[in-house]
């Protein structure tokens, strides 16, 4: 029930870990990941699993590592293309893992997975066979798919950019998805690997190999930097071979992100061979088994082309619009990950447990306190994005080809983002209680609605909203979805599972939002005080900015959640001060 982009794990085309642009969909056989978002439940394991503790923490720093690299790759990008190239390079990017998810992505995760792990304990060779078929025929399926693709770009590019788009800038987005979309194949690869090695139980390479990719891109924009930096790069003067660097170099970063998965796929024992057997793999099955999850993917697909359509028609007119917006969501799923997910990693095997024994208080018990942990340390955090949003902004993608007007734009969106991370978690914890209690159908049931809300609000705003504040109001329609999913889940497991203790966590929110709001207070302040007041004209003056902001933003929110008695925050600094006693 998430907005903006929709990937799944091996879907990002920008190398990173799947993020879940897009809700993100996971391929894990028996644990959550910290930082992917999931389309379903991992399998509850037994607690004191330390196989499955050890594995999350190699994929939690591959994860880590992947995203600041991506962010560094980010804003190379940006340094590279500035704003209205990058925006048609962004616009390109989109289309593969749209593409993709359409295809194989969702049903991945939510079906095959699942049926491997079957056959793998079912059969007397532990599945070699189904999977060398399945992957026969899925190869097989994904080659020609790209291919039609490919062919189809200059009307697919027409579909997504639409009437009001200006010629120039639509003709170089089909020129760079012309390179680009046959990431797809590769892209399906990689996930089919992936598949293959989780259920195996090979969870690093995985994680890892868009490392791999992230490095491809970093250079790639390196090379083009060091050859095109000085032309006057602009959507209407670009050069055909900047155009072959930045495409192809891309598609290469997928292309070794695939590759990078085969020596782990030989580790593990398996060896691929082809064996074209279609009608032996319940094709009728998988599909019915798939239903709900291409229902919950298409929607969300659908909500990632209208923003991406909308952006298209106010790019190049000198307002933040797609590689805007994308940088932003970024940073959004990186606090959602970090500490949303995390907490839903920790408490989903526990309400699994209880809603499988019918103890739908203690389920309850646990989304509240999901929430008001989550609420908590998402705070502070907020608060910085929100107030530091111009520095983060230029100290992140500010440079080269990305001018400090075009990081100040960025830093406006963030600052409506801000009100988003609150509801995006909450949102999810409430999809994860649904998992718990083997509610896939209704998860996907009431992202339908939610989507119409957040396709509504993007439409709403577009028209009401100048257009140099495209990109924030599209990333307003996504907070407000982020609200709406969230009510209705309450309103919906309020019914399933009765009282949610929402009285208890109205009260914590209460003093949470006070104490952010104190800490924002202070943090305005100060950084109004500073060189650049709140618009810092380079790195240095950004870098002072969040020093000193950060600082006061976070000891002012500790000291008013402490005095507050914000239970969740006396909890941490707790436990903080024992260590260091120790």
């Known amino acids: 029930m998430n907005g903006g982009l929709y990937r799944s794990a091996h879907s990002a085309p920008d190398g990173e870990p799947p993020q879940t ?110 999977t060398r078929k399945l992957l026969t025929f899925a190869i097989v399926s994904l080659g020609i798919a790209t291919v039609l693709m490919v062919i189809a770009a200059p009307l697919i590019t027409w579909i997504q950019s639409g009437s009001d788009t200006p010629p120039a800038y639509r003709s170089l987005v089909t020129h760079f998805a012309f390179l680009i979309l046959p990431i797809i194949f590769f892209t399906g ?13 090979h969870f690093a390479a995985p994680m890892w190999a868009p490392i791999l990719n992230n490095f491809v891109v970093i250079a790639t924009c390196g090379v083009f930097i060091l050859f095109f930096s000085s032309d006057d790069l602009s959507v209407d003067n670009i050069s055909g071979g900047a155009i072959l660097l930045m495409g ?82 970024l940073l959004t799923m990186m606090a959602h990950g970090i500490v949303g997910v995390s907490v839903m990693t920790a408490l989903l095997p526990k309400m699994s447990a209880a809603a499988a024994d019918g103890r739908y208080a203690e389920v309850s018990a646990d989304l509240s306190r999901g929430i008001r942990l989550t609420s908590a340390a998402l705070a502070p955090i907020a608060v910085i994005y929100g107030v530091l949003s111009a520095p983060i902004a230029v100290m992140l993608f500010q ?54 809300v957040r396709i509504t609000a993007y439409f709403a705003l577009a028209a009401i909203l100048d257009k140099s504040l495209s990109a924030a109001g599209m990333t307003a329609g996504n907070a407000i979805s982020y609200v709406v999913s969230a009510l209705i889940s309450l309103a919906v497991l309020r019914r399933k599972i009765g009282r949610l203790n929402l009285g208890s966590v109205a009260a914590s929110l209460v003093k949470v939002l006070v104490s952010a709001a104190i800490a924002a207070a202070l943090g305005l302040l100060v950084v109004r005080l500073m060189p650049g007041a709140g618009a810092p004209d380079g790195r240095g003056e950004a870098f002072l900015q969040l020093l000193a902001g950060g600082a006061v933003i976070l000891v002012a929110y500790l000291i008013a959640a402490t005095v507050l008695r914000v239970r969740e925050v006396s909890d941490v600094v707790g436990m903080v001060r024992r260590k260091l006693g120790r």
């Open 21 to 130: 642009e897009e809700g993100v969909t996971l391929i894990s056989v028996d644990t959550a990941i910290s930082g992917y978002e999931q389309a379903i439940a991992p399998e509850p394991v037994p607690e004191g699993d330390t196989s499955t503790a050890g594995n999350s923490a190699v994929m939690a720093i591959g994860s880590l590592v992947s995203r600041v690299i991506g962010f560094a790759r980010n804003a190379l990008i940006g340094m590279a293309l500035g704003s209205g190239v990058g925006d048609a390079y962004t616009s390109a990017q989109f289309l593969p893992g749209q593409i993709y998810e359409l295809l194989l992505g969702g049903i991945l995760s939510s079906v095959l997975v699942p049926l491997l792990v079957r056959r793998r304990k079912a059969d007397p060779d532990e599945g070699l066979d189904f």
């Open 248 to 329: 192809l170099g891309t598609l290469l970063g997928m292309v070794v992100q695939a590759l990078g998965l085969l020596p782990a796929l030989r580790k593990v024992g398996f060896s691929w061979k082809w064996r074209w057997d279609p009608r032996s793999l319940g094709l009728g099955e998988i599909g019915r088994l798939a239903g709900w999850m291409l229902c919950y993917v298409a929607a969300n697909q659908i909500a990632v082309f209208v923003v991406v359509r909308i952006l298209n028609s106010v790019a190049g007119e000198g307002s933040a619009s797609t590689l805007a917006f994308n940088n932003v969501f």
């Open 189 to 201: 690869l990689s996930a089919l690997i992936g598949a293959v090695l989780n259920v195996r139980g």
């Open 399 to 452: 440079g080269g080809k990305f001018t400090n007007s075009d990081a100040l734009a960025t830093g406006d969106v963030l600052v409506v983002a801000a009100f988003a991370v609150l509801p995006l978690s909450i949102s999810y914890l409430c999809t994860y209680a649904f998992y718990s209690l083997q509610g896939n159908k209704t998860a996907a049931l009431i992202n339908l609605p939610v989507v119409a």
